[in-house]
Every structure is written in C-alpha cells, then in structure tokens.
C-alpha cells in the first residue's frame, strides 16, 4: 500500500493552541493516521503560542506579502507530528483567543486571517513550498474552509481535497465586498461556489467546492441534512449527500489515560476501581462540596453556551439536589450563564460548586473523580468529553443528538438485560427530560454493583482512534482512486 501525503489545515491544534475539540482532534488524528499509510503535515497560524513552540524550527518557505504583510513558513518533522506554521505576525502575532480581540469580538480582519491561511494551503497543495508536495488536502473547519476554492479558482494542480465540519454552527461569512481583497475572481461568487446568501461563506465555499466532506458523527451527518439541524446548509448538504461521510471522534489514548495521567491525584484502571475514590474526593474539596464518597456527583466541563445545553441542567438543578446529589461544574462562555452557575453554587454552598474558566488539569481530575458527566447538549457533532469520560469511568448522561447518540449505549432495560449499557441517553434536550435522565441515574447510583459494571463496560470502550483512522485513510484513498481512474 503507498504512502498518502495529506496536507491538514486548521486554526488549532493540540498542545499548541486549543479553544475546544477541534484542536484535540487535529492534534491526534495524525498519529493515528501514521499507522494506516498516511503522513499528514499540518498547516497552521503562527498565533504567538505556536511560534514559540517552534522557535528552533526551520525556515522552509517566505512569502514578500501575504495579504498585507512578509510572512514566512517554519516546518518541523516527527511521526505523525509534522507541522507547518504560518508565521505572519501583521495576522497573527496577538495573544490570547485566536479568533477575539481584547473586546471578545470577532478580530475585524478574519475573513483575511484565515483567508491567508487557506491561500497558503492552496499555494502549498500546488507545489510550491519545496519538499512538500501533497496528494491530498484536508481542510477544518471554516477558517481553512476557503482552501479548495483557491484550490479550484487559482491552482494548476487540482489535487484531491477534503472538509470536515466539527461544528456547522460557525460558518465565516463575510461581506462580498471582500472577493477581491481575498484574492478570490470574480467567478468564484456563484451558487456552486463561494456565494452565501449575497455574502462570502468560507464553510460554504468548502461544502460546496470539496470533493468530500466529513463530519464528526454519523449522526451529525444525517442531522446537518434536516432543516432543523442544517443552519442554512441543509440544501447545499442534501446536494452532496453522496460526497458526505459521518466518522467518529477519537481521543488520544496517552493523554486521556487514568492509568498514567500525571494531572490526576490518584491513578486508576478497570481493576483498579475503588481507586477513584481519592480523586472525588479531590474534586469535593476542590468544589467547596460536602467531602461525602456516598452521594452521587455530577459534573460539567465544556463551554458555557446555548449549544451545550447548561441551562437545561439550572432548570433542573432543584430535581438535581432533591435526589440527594452534588453538582461541580468547570466551564466558561456566555456571561449570564457564567453568573447563574456563580449564584447556584453561591445559593447551595456544598452542594453545587463552580470553577469558572478554563483549565486542562481540572478537567482531568473531574472526569477522573465525578460519578456522571452531564452533557445535555442541543446538538452535538461529535463530543470529545463524553468519550474521555467512558474511559475513565464516569458515566455519561447525554441529549441523544449527533456524536453523543453514537458513542454509548443507554443503560436501559434491554442494555441491562443484556449486559451492556455505557451510560445515559434521554430525549428531546429539556430539562423535563433531562430531570427523568437524572432519576434514572440516581437509581443506578443506589445499586453500586450494577454501576461498577456499567463502569466497567464504560471503561472497555474503545474510545481510540483506531478505528477512525482507518475510516480516514479508506476515504482518502477511495478519493485519490477516483482522481486517478
Ligand atoms: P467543543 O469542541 O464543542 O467545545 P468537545 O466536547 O468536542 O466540545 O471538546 C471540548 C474539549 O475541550 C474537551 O477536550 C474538553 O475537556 C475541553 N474543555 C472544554 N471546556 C473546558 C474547560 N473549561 N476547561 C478545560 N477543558 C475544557
């Protein structure tokens, strides 16, 4: 089997920079793509973090002006590690968030931030950057949404290219006033091309333009198509039905490891359940919650936002205390939901805490001492927190939606009967609905020999990226096969 030389391009990636699971998924996915035939070199913005991470990386390309300033191209390499930093400081060089400016607005010049970003994808994929010259281009997200449009309106070498949505919900649109600053023709502005409602959609421009798209769940993938869960794209998707392909979210298994997690307190595996006692209770203290190894404890960890369904859990967070259970919730976002978590963990001091903020080492000491994750989620594309936490042994009790109704098995009668069941599902997303998720967990709960088996099964799930990778490299060379034929 020949090696594939895949181009990924992204506004994130783990350890550099990282607002959410996309960063994590284009961090790993690499590695895991080494063991299936596919070298991947990933292509991204030199935010201060990330030159910094590289400063004694090698030079390999400039570019005398990028879209209003020199910017240059530093290259390192390692398995399944390759990376490709763009460096253009007049673009880049700001701390903090990625995408805010000081003001938590959008910076004012996105559309070219990342418009430079996909040019340069683009630049690459057509061979100019020597020593690298890819079979195939796989863009992320919008902000690398526009790389198969400069693909298709400005390259000579039409190579293969893939998108994956992990979220449809941030799509880059932007006035069409910017057409020719961004370096796209004229006749790029179409139906088929880079036109959105009157304006210039970067997603859009991918979905439209890519030879495949992915997104992070087959049910994600099924749901996007709907014009409840379409955003606008659903048209656009149904069109493409025969071009888009679900496929599952890993993580990374080293650093999601209870066995070895150096930012746990007390390390743990299958056998070594009881273990895990020592870290609840870490987050008990950590919480300001009542030190207590009986009472159930449920967690959050994930952005405070309309999406990720947090209100659903205020709206029932009396049912929540009323069966007797703790809430610590680490997490930030909107502000008004930052205060309501603020003012219940004020209101039930000892029974609810919060930590507002984001913070790695926290989050794995949650998923290593709460008994149940909470993701009640509005929609989901895939969900990387509901898979961390089956591995360490904290069951999820998830919206039935996109990646959260693919990655475990509802602990119902029939799982049970069966012996299987990996955590809990309910639907719709509403707090009456989640409120019944949480009695029916707290049942659980009070049958400690059941839960430790559903730990246990949670905790054999393979959560890896095995088998998403090998997904990857099936579509990738059904894509070149098809160029080629
Ligand atoms: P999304 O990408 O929509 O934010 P995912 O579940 O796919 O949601 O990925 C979120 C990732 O970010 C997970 O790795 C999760 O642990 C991490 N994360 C989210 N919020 C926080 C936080 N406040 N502190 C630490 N880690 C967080």
Same mark, same amino acid.
């Given at each position: 089997?020949?090696?594939?030389?895949?181009?990924?391009?992204?506004?994130?990636?783990?350890?550099?920079?990282?607002?959410?699971? *996309? @960063?994590?998924?284009?961090?790993?996915?690499?590695?895991?793509?080494?063991?299936?035939?596919?070298?991947?070199?990933?292509? !991204?913005?030199?935010?201060?973090?990330?030159?910094?991470?590289?400063?004694?990386?090698?030079?390999?390309?400039?570019?005398?002006?990028?879209?209003?300033?020199?910017? &240059?191209?530093?290259?390192?390499?390692?398995?399944?590690?390759?990376?490709?930093?763009?460096?253009?400081?007049?673009?880049?060089?700001?701390?903090?968030?990625?995408?805010?400016?000081?003001?938590?607005?959008?910076?004012?010049?996105?559309?070219?931030?990342?418009?430079?970003?996909?040019?340069?994808?683009?630049? !690459?994929?057509?061979?100019?950057?020597?020593?690298?010259?890819?079979?195939?281009?796989?863009?992320?997200?919008?902000?690398?949404?526009?790389?198969?449009?400069?693909? &298709?309106?400005?390259?000579?070498?039409?190579?293969?290219?893939?998108?994956?949505?992990?979220?449809?919900?941030?799509?880059?649109?932007? %006035?069409?006033?910017?057409?020719? %600053?961004?370096?796209?023709?004229?006749?790029?502005?179409?139906?088929?091309?880079?036109?959105?409602?009157?304006? /210039?959609?970067?997603?859009?421009?991918?979905?439209?333009?890519?030879? &495949?798209?992915?997104?992070?769940?087959?049910?994600?993938?099924?749901?996007?198509?709907?014009?409840?869960?379409?955003?606008?794209?659903?048209?656009?998707?149904?069109?493409?039905?025969?071009? *888009?392909?679900?496929?599952?979210?890993?993580?990374?298994?080293?650093?999601?490891?209870?066995?070895?997690?150096?930012? /746990?307190?007390?390390?743990?595996?299958?056998?070594?359940?009881?273990?895990?006692?020592?870290?609840?209770?870490?987050?008990?203290?950590?919480?300001?919650?009542?030190?207590?190894?009986?009472?159930?404890?449920?967690?959050?960890?994930?952005?405070?936002?309309?999406?990720?369904? %947090?209100?659903?859990?205020?709206?029932?967070?009396?049912? *929540? *205390?009323?069966?007797?259970?703790?809430?610590?919730?680490?997490?930030?976002?909107?502000?008004?939901?930052?205060?309501?978590?603020?003012?219940?963990?004020?209101?039930?001091?000892?029974?609810?805490?919060?930590?507002?903020?984001?913070?790695?080492?926290?989050?794995?000491?949650?998923?290593?001492? /709460?008994?149940?994750?909470?993701?009640?989620?509005?929609?989901?594309?895939?969900?990387?927190?509901?898979?961390?936490?089956? &591995?360490?042994?904290?069951?999820?009790?998830?919206?039935?939606?996109?990646?959260?109704?693919?990655?475990?098995?509802?602990?119902?009668?029939?799982?049970?009967?069966?012996?299987?069941?990996?955590?809990?599902?309910?639907?719709?997303?509403?707090?009456?609905?989640?409120?019944?998720?949480?009695?029916?967990?707290?049942?659980?709960?009070?049958?400690?020999?059941?839960?430790?088996?559903?730990?246990?099964?949670?905790?054999?799930?393979?959560?890896?990226?095995?088998?998403?990778?090998?997904?990857?490299?099936?579509?990738?060379?059904?894509?070149?096969?098809?160029? @080629?034929?």
């Amino acid at each position: 089997m020949s090696t594939i030389k895949a181009l990924a391009i992204a506004s994130e990636m783990f350890p550099f920079v990282k607002t959410g699971g *996309l @960063a994590d998924v284009v961090g790993a996915l690499p590695q895991a793509l080494a063991n299936e035939g596919v070298e991947t070199v990933t292509l !991204i913005p030199g935010y201060p973090s990330v030159v910094h991470a590289h400063d004694t990386a090698a030079q390999v390309h400039t570019f005398n002006n990028l879209f209003g300033g020199p910017a &240059r191209l530093l290259g390192t390499r390692g398995a399944g590690t390759a990376v490709l930093v763009l460096d253009a400081p007049h673009l880049y060089g700001r701390p903090g968030n990625p995408y805010l400016g000081p003001d938590g607005k959008d910076w004012p010049d996105n559309a070219q931030r990342f418009a430079a970003l996909a040019w340069v994808a683009a630049q !690459i994929a057509d061979g100019a950057v020597s020593g690298h010259a890819p079979d195939l281009l796989h863009a992320h997200d919008w902000q690398a949404g526009l790389a198969p449009a400069f693909v &298709r309106f400005s390259g000579s070498r039409r190579i293969g290219t893939v998108v994956t949505v992990h979220n449809l919900a941030f799509q880059g649109v932007f %006035p069409r006033t910017l057409l020719q %600053p961004l370096g796209l023709p004229p006749e790029a502005f179409t139906l088929d091309g880079v036109e959105y409602y009157g304006m /210039i959609g970067f997603l859009k421009a991918g979905l439209a333009l890519a030879d &495949r798209i992915t997104t992070v769940s087959p049910t994600y993938a099924a749901e996007i198509r709907t014009p409840e869960g379409g955003m606008g794209l659903d048209g656009l998707l149904r069109a493409r039905a025969h071009a *888009l392909h679900g496929i599952l979210n890993g993580i990374d298994e080293a650093v999601w490891n209870p066995a070895t997690d150096p930012m /746990i307190a007390m390390r743990y595996s299958d056998a070594l359940l009881p273990h895990r006692a020592a870290n609840k209770s870490i987050v008990q203290e950590r919480f300001g919650l009542v030190a207590s190894p009986t009472t159930l404890l449920f967690g959050i960890i994930g952005r405070l936002t309309t999406q990720k369904g %947090p209100d659903l859990v205020l709206d029932a967070l009396e049912a *929540l *205390l009323g069966l007797g259970a703790q809430l610590a919730v680490l997490g930030s976002g909107d502000s008004d939901l930052e205060r309501r978590f603020a003012a219940a963990a004020a209101r039930h001091a000892g029974r609810v805490g919060c930590v507002i903020g984001y913070d790695e080492g926290l989050a794995h000491q949650m998923q290593a001492g /709460i008994d149940a994750l909470l993701v009640p989620s509005r929609f989901e594309p895939g969900g990387l927190t509901q898979l961390c936490a089956l &591995r360490y042994g904290a069951l999820p009790v998830v919206a039935r939606v996109g990646g959260l109704a693919d990655t475990l098995i509802d602990a119902n009668e029939a799982a049970l009967a069966a012996g299987t069941g990996t955590g809990i599902q309910f639907t719709p997303p509403s707090s009456e609905m989640l409120q019944i998720a949480l009695e029916r967990t707290a049942q659980l709960w009070r049958q400690p020999a059941l839960w430790r088996r559903l730990q246990h099964n949670a905790m054999r799930c393979d959560v890896s990226w095995r088998r998403p990778a090998a997904h990857y490299a099936a579509l990738y060379r059904e894509l070149l096969a098809e160029r @080629a034929a």
